[in-house]
């Protein structure tokens, strides 16, 4: 243990019951006597070691998500090429393999780079602020499933610069497309995965000690907010999917160097095999980037409206049979592969079924936002496109459902369409949702709030514009993940070039604005959003380095 | 505090490798399942009883085809493209394979039955597809297969298609043999 976190819990056994003062809305903090005793004692290491070495969740945090940020360019990058080069029919600028590749490496960088950090480091600031602890549980360990993330990457960025090319079988890796002929790169393919799982593993063990041993005196589990508690259950879904995607990364690199025959029929292993385990896995992944996404609409909606959260506990149960419901719908992702009647139909309901669970929740959203008395400031516009958008992903999810209907829809633009509109309105706003909701509270200072309506209203028409029209050239049968296409698709094709454009570039915006709000004063208020509630909004804006190290009591 | 965060740290780790594990368990666990439903036309390897008379006169016909996996370059077909078989009674048949390049090589048959509902009903007394099998340059060899379907088959299937993928699996079986040496 490291001799911070020592200290830091004997001051909390110490000080159990010493909080006394009030502050509003009957939550407990007496971060300004604390805030005197800590700010001595020892603030941020000085130069480049502090970000090498820090234990602070705050820093962690930081880095998490400027490291998720530059992955969302590159990820960005690879998408404006794959929508460069579908402008028009034909082949223009690219050569379908590297085509492939930018396809496989887009999805991969968005989904494990982009996403997935984007709310580690949105967990690494927020939890403990948010149950009033003083740090992580784990420091040490954050700090280094932190560090593993850079190394994995730059091995994955590294293959595209490798004889044979990057990876190029789609994110999705299916054998024998990435083990009998993949690239001879697809090794340190393999070994990249093994490490973002590490580093993934050990987030949700950190996130899942912090929430059940660090929540200050008072904070029962039931008074948890939203995002820990959305973040809770997605600690347990990493735990349980993330060494099935190491034990199938495993199978492939053995099948590959050391002769066994797992996915390969000529030994008596099996091509469909791969699918199954790699879909027992990655359909909990799916949930995995969406539920903290959840949690932070349900912080942001009550906020704006000034109504508690419509439904507190039926959202908790929500999303824990959204959980449930997770690991026994893999197999909607393969009603082609020639699944027995009876597995499509249990499939097919069961995923129908999650639809229940899903709309329990937007239905509490628009509950909270009735009556309520609402503003529209950037936050709250990222989470209402959320909610709008994110259900359309939701019906055309679906209709992919149906499995005598997916055999068409199956592999088309279609489905393309689908998870871009579950996951950048989704997941993706809701990241720049948090950003703008949090961004006063850690940097201190208020954003330029017109250039985030400006920055809002460009994404939202920008990937509309993209990805709309992708729902009809799939319909007409327009396959995913070809560098050329059919005369007939060309104009949808164009649009959605254009829009992929309008919102690539409006990032900039929102990074120019990120970057103002850390470096022009603009002093922020302690409460920041007017109806906001919850521990975070007791401390000063900026969080000081060390908070809550005297835990506050909650009524 | 410091010990109880060591405990649910333990825990989680534990289960994490347990979940690792459970992934390599998938493997057999979908392969007992298939096995038990006869999804996925999973055909047993093992050989099965003979039969030699039963009670029923239903008579089906099955289908043979082969197919050459992608990269086989030998000849591979059926000798009987179909027959009537009878329920209950052990017919034999062959296919004939012909090794038509200048090398020695090694292949392995890999069956699938459709409709895969009937996979579970047709047992294969003895089969080319249990064994490696060896071909010399030019070589030509006509591979046994001796089979029958049990009477208790519902009655809806009318007609069975047994089709065998041929690999090449020349270097798979001479690094297995190397590392046995």
């Known amino acids: ?555 | 505090m410091a010990v109880t965060n060591n405990k649910l740290v333990i825990k989680l780790m534990g289960s994490t490798l347990l979940m690792f594990g459970f992934g390599f368990a998938l493997v057999p666990l979908y392969d007992v399942f298939c096995r038990v439903t006869g999804i996925n036309g999973k055909v047993d390897l093992t050989p099965g009883t003979y039969l030699s008379s039963s009670d029923t006169d239903r008579e089906i016909k099955i289908q043979f085809i082969a197919v050459n996996n992608e990269a086989m370059p030998w000849k591979f077909k059926p000798k009987e493209y179909s027959m009537k078989v009878k329920l209950g009674q052990t017919y034999s048949t062959a296919y004939i394979a012909s090794n038509s390049t200048p090398n020695y090589m090694v292949a392995q048959a890999v069956p699938s039955v459709s409709p895969s509902e009937a996979a579970a009903y047709l047992q294969k007394v003895d089969c080319f597809c249990f064994n490696r099998q060896p071909l010399d340059a030019g070589e030509r060899k006509e591979m046994g297969l001796a089979f029958n379907i049990l009477p208790d088959m519902p009655a809806h299937i009318k007609t069975i298609t047994l089709s065998y993928t041929l690999f090449d699996i020349t270097q798979a079986s001479s690094k297995v043999l190397a590392s046995t040496e």
Not at chain 1, 6 to 25: H, L, M, P, R
Not at chain 1, 37 to 42: A, K, W
Not at chain 1, 343 to 357: K, Q, S, W, Y
Not at chain 1, 454 to 474: E, K, R
């Open chain 1, 1 to 555: 243990m490291t001799t911070g976190t020592e200290q830091v819990v004997e001051a909390e056994i110490e000080t159990a019951e010493a909080g006394k003062n009030e502050s509003f809305d009957g939550a407990i903090a007496d971060t300004d006597k604390n805030e005197s005793t800590t700010e001595h004692h020892h603030g941020p290491a000085k130069g480049i070691s502090r970000w090498f070495f820090t234990t602070n969740h705050k820093d962690i945090g930081s880095m998490y998500l400027w490291f998720s940020l530059t992955m969302f360019m590159v990820g960005g990058c690879m998408a404006l090429m794959i929508r460069t080069e579908l402008f028009q029919p034909g082949l223009q600028f690219i050569q379908p393999d590297f085509f492939n590749q930018m396809t496989t490496m887009h999805g991969l960088i968005m989904v494990f780079g982009a996403v997935m950090p984007a709310f580690v480091g949105l967990a690494n600031w927020m939890i403990p602020m948010m149950v009033g602890a003083p740090d992580m549980a784990l420091p040490r360990l954050n700090n280094w499933s932190f560090w593993i993330l850079p190394f994995a990457f730059s091995i994955m960025l590294m293959t595209l610069f490798m004889e044979g090319g990057g990876p190029n079988f789609g994110w999705t890796f299916y054998a024998p497309l990435s083990t009998t002929f993949a690239p001879p790169s697809v090794t340190y393919f393999i070994f990249a995965v093994h490490m973002m799982g590490i580093s993934s593993i050990m987030g949700a063990i950190n996130v899942i000690v912090t929430i059940l041993n660090m929540r200050a005196p008072g904070m029962n589990m039931m008074k948890l907010p939203l995002f820990v508690w959305t973040w809770l259950i997605t600690a347990f879904l990493l735990i349980l999917v993330m060494p099935v995607l190491a034990g199938v990364v495993t199978m492939m690199l053995m099948d590959i160097h050391f002769g066994t025959s797992f996915f390969s029929a000529a030994g008596g292993g099996d091509p469909v095999l791969f699918q199954h385990i790699f879909w027992f896995f990655g359909h909990p992944e799916v949930y995995i980037m969406i539920l903290p996404a959840f949690g932070i609409v349900s912080e942001i909606i009550p906020t704006f409206a000034r109504k508690k959260l419509f439904g507190y506990s039926s959202m908790v149960y929500a999303t824990s049979s959204i959980a449930f419901l997770s690991f026994i719908v893999w197999a909607h992702h393969m009603f082609t592969v020639g699944l027995p009647l009876a597995g499509e139909l249990f499939f097919m309901f069961a995923t129908m079924l999650i639809a229940v669970p899903t709309g329990v929740k937007v239905f509490n959203w628009v509950a909270t936002m009735f009556r309520g008395s609402m503003t529209f400031e950037t936050p709250m516009l990222f989470a209402l496109a959320f909610v709008v958008l994110f259900s359309i992903g939701g019906f055309s999810g679906l209709m992919l459902a149906i499995a005598p209907a997916d055999f068409q829809y199956h592999d088309t633009y279609f489905v393309v369409a689908h998870f871009h509109y579950v996951l950048v309105p989704g997941s993706i706003f809701s990241i720049m949702a948090a950003t703008y909701y949090w961004l006063p509270k850690w940097t201190g200072n208020y954003y330029n709030e017109k250039m985030g309506k400006i920055h809002f209203w460009l994404s939202f028409i920008g990937i509309n514009i993209t990805f709309f029209p992708m729902h009809f050239v799939g319909l007409a049968g327009m396959p995913r993940r070809v560098p050329d296409y059919a005369l007939q698709f060309a104009d949808f094709n164009a649009v959605a070039t254009v829009g992929a454009f309008l919102f690539g570039f409006s990032q900039l915006l929102f990074i120019y604005n990120v970057v103002c709000c850390i470096r022009k004063k603009n002093q922020a208020s302690k409460q920041v959003w007017e109806g906001a509630h919850g521990l975070e909004w007791t401390l000063p804006s900026p969080a000081p380095y060390h908070s809550f190290t005297k835990p506050p009591k909650v009524d």
